[in-house]
């Protein structure tokens, strides 16, 4: 899933997602486009990968981590965030 838009509201930690982000390629799954640098994902209360890049082994990420494209989180096959500390996403 690539976004091109400045948010995407896939849940909030007041209104959770449920949505189950599986499977994903090498590129990540959810990502923010490279032209969006100052893209913001809004995540919380999904399902990612078990045990990928921070998730615990439900998939869960506890504390609802906020990571911006600097962070070493940033880039992975569940999500990819430019490399911009503007780029930002809220799991």
Not at 21 to 48: I, M
Not at 50 to 58: F, I, L
Not at 75 to 86: C, K, M, N, Q, V
């Amino acid at each position: 899933m690539l976004l091109e838009g400045p948010v995407a509201d896939f849940g909030t930690i007041a209104d959770p997602g449920t949505n189950v982000f599986q499977g994903n390629s090498p590129n990540g799954g959810v990502r923010v486009g490279s032209a969006n640098a100052s893209g913001k994902v809004l995540a919380a209360g999904n399902t990612w990968e078990p045990g990928v890049k921070g998730s615990d082994g439900a998939g869960h990420y506890p504390g609802h981590p906020f990571v911006t494209g600097l962070s070493p989180l940033a880039a992975g096959r569940t999500f990819r965030l430019p490399a911009s500390a503007l780029a930002s996403a809220q799991l």
